[in-house]
């Protein structure tokens, strides 16, 4: 049984950082996408950034780069996300998602190409 926990949300003022992690278990070390998403209240859930696990390539949204960084350690099959010079709106709740095995166009966000989804981690910046 795949399962991915979040850590590490909670709340910072504006121009702060914060590091998520997401810890995967129930599935080897196969490549594959995996990825943050947010979803902010009122909001429909969008991509933040994702990396291809084979080679560690990674994405982001336009709205975050240059502030969050992507990493992973694959031994641990653990996914971080730095998130450096926070702004309020960046407030949102956190998921960690990772696709099946062996999918590796990681860079649509497409969130049907997800099959497994963490419980997600609450985000809240303020000004």
């Known amino acids: 049984q795949v399962q991915l926990v979040e850590s590490g949300g909670g709340s910072v003022q504006a121009g702060g950082s914060l590091s998520l992690s997401c810890t995967a278990s129930?599935?080897?070390?196969?490549?594959?996408?995996m990825g943050w998403f947010r979803q902010a209240p009122g909001k429909e859930r969008e991509g933040v950034g994702t990396?291809?696990?084979?080679?560690?390539?990674?994405y982001y949204a336009d709205s975050v780069k240059g502030r969050f960084t992507i990493s992973q350690d694959s031994t641990k099959l653990t996914l971080y996300l730095q998130m450096n010079s926070l702004k309020p709106e960046d407030t949102a709740v956190y998921y960690c998602?990772?696709?099946?095995?062996?999918?590796?166009?990681?860079?649509?966000?497409?969130?049907?190409?997800?099959?497994?989804w963490g419980q997600g981690t609450q985000v809240t910046v303020s000004s």
């Open positions: 990396i291809y696990t084979g080679g560690g390539v990674t």
């Open positions: 129930g599935f080897g070390s196969s490549r594959r996408c």
């Open positions: 998602a990772a696709s099946p095995p062996y999918v590796s166009r990681c860079s649509s966000f497409n969130q049907e190409s997800f099959r497994y």
